[in-house]
């Protein structure tokens, strides 16, 4: 099977590089500046941003809904840019951690990794059932994150899965590995 990743398009949020988790914006300039590839499946976090950026990629296509994919809860650094929070000791606490911290009245990376592992892991066992050959997961940069950095045969870090909105990657699952329990993704590269 061929699993696309692609973070959804540009928020306002994401225009004013603001930590943009929980909220539920729509998209900012909904325009297509490129092709994707095909999809039987679309699979999407259950926030606009990624609905509204399925339908633009995938007009008239369903789409699968998966409430464990959606971004990580930045707490109380939500809607506030590097700025805003450069001087904020817990901001420089989690900046400290490298990032694994959780964030103040929000997620730690270990609980948004391992909540988006097993959503990650529902929607692939649904897309099996179903035949699936080619499924699209239209979700946020750091769900992508997750997931890749969770089941890359290499085993690259958590960030070295960043991607720009409207980027993503391709990558394969061995169906008869992924069901005896070797979970994987490989061959993966940027789209």
């Known amino acids: ?7 959804h398009l540009k928020t306002k949020g994401n225009r004013l590089r603001q930590y943009i988790g929980v909220t539920d914006e729509p998209l900012d300039q909904p325009v297509l500046l490129r092709e994707y590839p095909n999809a039987d499946t679309v699979v999407v976090s259950p926030l606009k941003r990624c609905i509204q950026t399925a339908e633009l990629i995938y007009p008239g296509k369903g789409q699968m809904i998966c409430p464990g994919l959606r971004e ?16 904020h000791p817990a901001y420089q606490k989690w900046l400290d951690s490298g990032g694994a911290a959780a964030f103040p009245g929000g997620e730690g990376r270990e609980a948004f990794v391992k909540r988006s592992v097993a959503a990650f892991e529902e929607a692939v066992r649904k897309l099996m059932e179903n035949g699936c050959r080619r ?9 992508i994150m997750a997931v890749l950095s969770e089941f890359d045969r290499e085993k690259r870090d958590f960030y070295q899965w960043q991607v720009a909105n409207g980027e993503g990657f391709l990558a394969k699952l061995d169906e008869t590995d992924w069901k005896s329990g070797k979970k994987q993704l ?3 590269r940027k789209i």
């Not at 099977?1 to 973070?7: A, D, G, P, S, W």
């Not at 990580?72 to 001087?87: A, I, P, R, S, V």
């Open 1 to 7: 099977m061929e699993l696309i990743f692609i973070r």
């Open 72 to 87: 990580c809860d930045f707490g109380e650094f939500e809607k506030k840019t590097y700025e805003e929070l450069k001087n």
């Open 135 to 143: 499924a699209s997961f239209v979700v946020h940069g750091g769900t």
């Open 186 to 188: 490989t061959e993966i």
